[in-house]
Structure formats: C-alpha cells, structure tokens
C-alpha cells in the first residue's frame, strides 16, 4: 500500500509541471545542431536542416568584405504542412515571418578560422521565438 502512495505522488509531481522539460519557451534564446530540432511552448517546431553556405571571413584574416553563413530550417505545427526558410548571418536577414512568428538567428557557431574546416555536424544555431503583434 505504502509503495502505491508513493507511486502515486510521484506521478502527481510529474503532472504539475507547467511547462514540459523539452520545450523552448517562446521569446528565450536557444542553441540547435544541425539536424536537431526543437518545440516552442506554442506548438511550434523549429529543425535545423543544414548550412547552405559559409562566406564569413575567418576571424585570423583580413578580408574586404565580412562574408555570411545561410542556414536552412523547417518550421512546422500540428496538422500543417513543413515550410522550408532561410536565414542569414547578416542582420537585415536574419529573421523570418511564419505565421504568428517571428523567427531570428543570433548567432551561428564556430566562427570561420583560416587553418580548419568547419565540418556540417559542428555548426550550431542560436535561434529565438517571438510572438509578433
């Protein structure tokens, strides 16, 4: 009897949750790898497909021009059909519209060093979800 109780509030703690674990909250900063994926608290479910092209300069160059980085994401909810979207390291297209969304990349890591490749599996994307109003 006694291990049914303590079954029972255990489930009952788990339940109390009001957010699950593995979701992002809309508006906060979060860090994807490519091929990974994540869920907003509003159904939202963002994955970061590849990058399509790194041009920034390695930070132990001089260059003429800074360069970017495009990256490919799928955006998604319940019952919809997956959009494909850009966004690039450069500010005026950094962000993206879906929906009621607005998706923006703030960072995109490593950056370029002239002595090693980047290879696709070490990107890292650090992404944010706001609600636009």
Aim: aromatic share 4%; net charge positive; hydrophobic share 40%.
């Amino acid at each position: 009897m006694a291990r049914i109780a303590i079954v029972l509030i255990a489930l009952a703690a788990g339940c109390s949750s009001p957010t699950q674990p593995d979701r992002v909250p809309t508006g906060q900063t979060f860090d994807l790898r490519v091929g990974e994926s994540a869920l907003t608290t509003d159904n939202l479910r963002i994955r970061f497909d590849t990058v399509r092209s790194d041009s920034r300069c390695p930070m132990d160059a001089l260059c003429i021009r800074a360069g970017e980085a495009v990256i490919a994401l799928t955006l998604s909810r319940p019952g919809e059909v997956p959009i494909g979207r850009e966004l690039d390291t450069t500010p005026a297209r950094s962000s993206t519209d879906h929906l009621n969304f607005r998706i923006s990349l703030s960072a995109l890591q490593p950056y370029p060093r002239s002595d090693r490749q980047i290879r696709p599996g070490d990107y890292v994307a650090t992404l944010i979800v706001r609600l636009r109003s």
